[in-house]
Nanobody, 126 residues
Framework: QARLVESGGGLVQPGGSLRLSCAAS????????IGWFRQAPGKEREAVTC????????KTADSVKGRFTISRDIAKNTVYLQMNSLKPEDTAVYYC???????????????????WGQGTQVTVSS
């Protein structure tokens, strides 16, 4: 059975950094794309970034471009989200997700994903 588990969230001061992890089991991230999304209280879920299973690379939302970077370690079957220069508006629950159909090129929209992790809280505050 497929499973995605996020970790690495926490409280950080503005300007700080965090690295989130999305560990997969029951599926190989070599063949599935992964997206990172976030949802702040009272707001809709927002796509942050994604990484394709093919060599199409990654896509990143304009709101975090230049600050957030997605990467993948096939050997560890884990995808990472490195978040730098964090701002209070980055506060949200962060989710990783995939599409079990195994499409190769990722998309920055939530309806392109049908399997989600449980989320990890990121709070940016002084």
């Amino acid at each position: 059975q497929a499973r995605l588990v996020e970790s690495g969230g926490g409280l950080v001061q503005p300007g700080g950094s965090l690295r989130l992890s999305c560990a997969a089991s029951g599926l190989s991230l070599e063949y599935y794309y992964i997206g990172w999304f976030r949802q702040a209280p009272g707001k809709e879920r927002e796509a942050v970034t994604c990484i394709s299973s093919s060599r199409s690379g990654a896509k990143t939302a304009d709101s975090v471009k230049g600050r957030f970077t997605i990467s993948r370690d096939i050997a560890k079957n884990t995808v990472y989200l490195q978040m730098n220069s964090l701002k209070p508006e980055d506060t949200a629950v962060y989710y990783c997700a995939t599409n079990l159909a195994g499409y190769r090129e990722c998309v920055l929209r939530s309806n392109g994903y049908d399997y989600w992790g449980q989320g990890t809280q990121v709070t940016v505050s002084s």
